[in-house]
Structure formats: structure tokens, C-alpha cells
């Protein structure tokens, strides 16, 4: 149970940076009831004279494992968790924190005036 509130949190705190990103310089956050899964492709796209791409498809595919499992953790119970589906998660949450930290870094970059 804790691995997998890790997981929750996790995510929770990488998309609450993408949705800062669609705020404060895409001036645009989708609302729609599956949002979560827009700002992902929101966040693969390049805005001309805005900001790059800030995330690869690779990466936002990643990601996207991660949303689907925050999601299926807020809607189950204790007993429905499978460790055979967390074990890879969050072996794999210190690659996933140094990509996502990576595009934010190249974003920045990019947004500072020349």
C-alpha cells in the first residue's frame, strides 16, 4: 500500500508541474472529464514563438503508465493492488523523476530571453 501511495503522489506531483507549465506559459489547461490524459499530449506538442515540446512521446507514453495507475489506485481497494504491476513502476520512479527533471531543465533553458 505504501509503494503504490508513493506512485500516487508521485504522479501527483509531476503533473501538478505540467499543469504550471499549461498555465503560466501555454495559457491554456484542458478541462475536459479525461484531462489528465490531454495535458500528456499537450505537453508532446511544440507552441511556435511559445516553448518546445517538453516532453518526447517516449517519455509522455511513460508517464502516461503512471497516470493510468494513480487512476486505477483511486478507484480500488487495498486488497486489488498487484505487486506484479507496482514492482515495475516504482523501479522504475528514479529514471522517470531525472527524465521529467531533464525536460524541465531544457524548457527553462529555452524560455530564458536570449
Known amino acids: 500500500m505504501a509503494a503504490a501511495a508513493y506512485l500516487h503522489n508521485l504522479y501527483n506531483a509531476i503533473e501538478n508541474c505540467l499543469v504550471r507549465v499549461a498555465h503560466a506559459v501555454d495559457e491554456s489547461v484542458p478541462d475536459s472529464p479525461d484531462w489528465h490524459r490531454i495535458l500528456l499530449d499537450q505537453m508532446t506538442a511544440a507552441i511556435d514563438g511559445l516553448r518546445p ?21 483511486r478507484h480500488m481497494y487495498f486488497f486489488d493492488l498487484d505487486w506484479q504491476r507496482v514492482r515495475p513502476l516504482l523501479a522504475g520512479t528514479r529514471a522517470l523523476c531525472d527524465d521529467v527533471s531533464r525536460a524541465l531543465d531544457v524548457l527553462m533553458l529555452a524560455l530564458l530571453p536570449p
Not at 67 to 73: C, D, G, V, Y
Open 53 to 73: 515540446a517538453l516532453l518526447g512521446r517516449l517519455l509522455a507514453a511513460r508517464l502516461d503508465e503512471y497516470r493510468r495507475f494513480r487512476h486505477a489506485f
